[in-house]
């Protein structure tokens, strides 16, 4: 009986220190979705538009020399038949500098903008991420993830909006 008295007893105490060490371990989480804010905060709105202001006027300028090449080769199909060939030649090299010369200041610009954008996008994760470390520390959260990486989460558990006032107002 003292032993079945003891081994009761040792369980009790387990039982209770699982319980204390599981409720130590239980860890304020919050969710953020992350590209719902970066769609609707003005910040990144005027970036994009910053981006485009900057960007757009080479890109329309392109748009017309593809157009223009487009155009020549139209010609040069439609008039082959009675061109003579040193005529046709020429053509043909012409479009084809046109061209390599279009997919070279095409390329160029890609690459501006995509490093333009990167650079504008880094400092708006930045801010965004210590947004949401000021907030996670203000609330007392121990764990804030982003919505893309949960596969469920209670809709109580969501701050967007939260941390989108607070970007908007850094």
Do not use: C, W
């Not at 538009?49 to 040069?76: N, S």
């Not at 609330?139 to 109580?156: C, E, H, I, N």
Request: proline share 2%.
């Amino acid at each position: 009986m003292k032993k079945l008295v003891a081994f009761v007893s040792v369980l009790v105490i387990s039982a209770a220190s699982v319980s204390v060490s599981f409720a130590q371990s239980t860890q304020k989480i919050a969710v953020v979705h992350v590209q719902r804010i970066l769609q609707e905060a003005p910040k990144v709105a005027e970036i994009n538009q910053k981006l485009k202001d900057e960007f757009q006027p080479r890109q329309d300028e392109l748009a017309q020399v593809q157009q223009t090449v487009q155009e020549e080769v139209a010609d040069l199909n439609k008039n082959a038949t009675i061109m003579e060939e040193g005529g046709i030649k020429a053509a043909q090299e012409k479009i084809a500098k046109e061209r390599a010369d279009f997919l070279q200041e095409a390329n160029t610009l890609q690459t501006e903008f995509n490093q333009a954008q990167t650079g504008f996008m880094k400092d708006v994760f930045e801010d965004l991420n210590g947004v949401i470390t000021r907030l996670a520390k203000d609330k007392g959260y121990d764990v804030v993830l982003d919505s893309q990486a949960v596969a469920f989460a209670d809709p109580t558990l969501d701050i967007t909006n939260d941390v989108l006032a607070a970007f908007n107002n850094s």
